[in-house]
C-alpha cells in the first residue's frame, strides 16, 4: 500500500521538531574573548590606578668636586610637573612619599601648575613642606602664563596672579639667580637661560622700552602701566644679575642650573661657546642641572622604557627623559614627574610611577 501524502509530511515535521538545534561555536568563542580581553583591560587600569596614586621616592648621593665643606651633605628635594593634579586627598600621595625626610632645599622645576590654571593642587603641596626650608621655583611650558606678566592684572605686582599666590605660600621665584648661605659658603640656584643670556642687549631693550613710556605725553593705560613696572623691573635685575656674576667664586660658591626643559648636548655647546674662557658664572660649572619637562615618557612598558616621546619617536632612550645624565662632564638629572602633560598624544600616566628625588651633595667619591 502507498503512504499517504499526509503521514509523509508529518514525519519531515516531526524529523524537523525533535532535530538538535545547532551549535554556535563562533559565538561562544568570541563571547569569551571578550570576557577575557574585558578583565585584562579591568586588571590593567585597576593596577595603573594604584601604581599613580602611590608617589615614589628616589634618592642619590652625587659627587661635587672641591664642594666647600659648609655644603657637605646639603640634600635637594627636586619635584617636577604635578600638571595641576592632586594625587590622593590634599596630596596624601606625596605626603607619604617624603614623610620623615629632612632637606636642605626644594626645587620645583616647572609644569606645578598646569594649563587650567587651578593652583590649589600646588598650594596643598607646597602646604606639606617645612616652612622654614628654602623653596625654589621655575615655570614650565604648561603653566597658565610666564613668571612675570607685562598686561594689567589683578594686583600692582610685577608677576603674574598665579605666581603671587605661589609667593604668599612661601616659594621663591626663580626669575634670577639666588642664594642660600651655609656657613661661609653660598649654594646659587640659576635659571639655566641666564649663561647664554645678552644683558646688554637686554638692558638696551628695556631701557628703550621705558624711554619710550616716560615720554609719552598722554596718561598711561593699565597695560603700558604694567609694561613700565616690567620694564623698571628688569632693568633693576639686570644690575643686580651683573653684581652677582662679579662676586661668585669657584672657592666658595656652588651652582645649581635650573631648568623646566632639559638641556641637550647641543645647547650646552652653544652656552659653552657664549662663556668667556675663565669666567666663573658659566654652566660650565654648574655642580648639577635640575630639569623635567618629559614625565618619564608618560606611557612606559611594564618593566622597560617609554612607547613614545614627540620628540624623540618611539622607543626613545630613558637618558633623554629620566634619571641622570651627564653633559660634558656636567650632571643633569631630569625628574620622572608626578602628573601627566598635555605634551602627549595621550593621556595620563601608563606603567609610570609618579616620583619625587632627593638629592645629596658630596664631596667623597660615590
Known amino acids: 500500500m502507498l503512504p499517504k501524502v499526509g503521514d509523509e509530511l508529518g514525519k519531515r515535521k516531526n524529523a524537523y521538531i525533535f532535530a538538535p538545534e545547532p551549535k554556535h561555536h563562533g559565538r561562544t568563542a568570541l563571547i569569551w574573548v571578550l570576557s577575557v580581553v574585558t578583565v585584562l583591560v579591568l586588571g590593567v587600569l585597576g593596577i595603573n590606578f594604584v601604581i599613580n596614586h602611590q608617589v615614589r621616592l628616589d634618592s ?11 655644603l657637605e651633605n646639603w640634600s ?38 598646569g594649563k587650567d590654571g587651578d593652583v590649589q593642587p600646588f ?55 639666588l642664594s642660600v648661605t651655609r656657613g661661609k659658603s653660598n649654594i646659587w640656584f640659576v635659571p639655566e637661560y641666564y649663561y647664554s643670556l645678552d644683558l646688554d642687549s637686554m638692558e638696551t631693550a628695556y ?3 621705558l624711554n619710550s613710556l616716560n615720554e609719552s605725553t598722554a596718561g598711561l593705560t593699565p597695560d603700558e602701566a604694567a609694561r613700565k613696572r616690567v620694564a623698571e623691573y628688569q632693568l633693576e635685575k639686570i644690575a643686580r644679575i651683573r653684581e652677582i656674576k662679579e662676586t661668585i667664586t669657584a672657592k666658595n660658591d656652588v651652582q645649581i642650573a635650573v631648568t623646566h626643559v632639559p638641556v641637550t648636548s647641543v645647547e650646552m655647546d652653544e652656552t659653552r661657546a657664549g662663556t668667556s674662557s675663565g669666567e ?39 637618558e633623554n627623559l629620566q634619571g641622570l645624565n651627564y653633559l660634558r662632564g656636567v650632571p643633569q638629572y631630569i ?29 667623597r667619591v660615590v
Open 207 to 209: 631701557q628703550n622700552q
Open 123 to 177: 598650594l596643598d603641596l607646597i602646604a606639606l613642606l617645612p616652612a622654614s626650608t628654602p623653596k625654589f621655583l621655575i615655570a614650565g611650558d604648561s603653566d597658565p602664563s610666564a613668571l612675570v606678566d607685562a598686561t594689567a592684572h589683578g594686583s600692582l605686582s610685577v608677576y603674574a596672579d598665579w605666581v603671587t599666590k605661589v609667593q604668599q605660600a612661601g616659594v621663591t621665584v626663580l626669575d634670577e639667580p
Open 335 to 363: 625628574s620622572p614627574g608626578l602628573g601627566a602633560s598635555d605634551y602627549y598624544p595621550f593621556p595620563g600616566r601608563l606603567f609610570n610611577q609618579p616620583a619625587v628625588t632627593l638629592i645629596y651633595l658630596t664631596s
Open 76 to 113: 635637594i628635594l627636586h619635584i617636577s610637573d604635578l600638571q595641576g593634579q592632586e594625587i590622593g586627598s590634599g596630596q596624601s600621595g606625596i605626603q607619604s612619599a617624603i614623610s620623615g625626610k629632612s632637606y636642605s632645599c626644594v626645587v620645583f622645576t616647572g609644569d606645578m601648575v
Open 280 to 318: 666663573v658664572f658659566s654652566i660650565q660649572n654648574a655642580a648639577l642641572i635640575l630639569a623635567g619637562h618629559f614625565c618619564g615618557g608618560q606611557w612606559r612598558l611594564p618593566g622597560g622604557g617609554a612607547i613614545y616621546v614627540p620628540d624623540y619617536g618611539w622607543w626613545p632612550e630613558d
Open 60 to 70: 642619590f648621593r652625587l659627587t661635587v668636586q672641591n664642594l666647600p665643606e659648609d
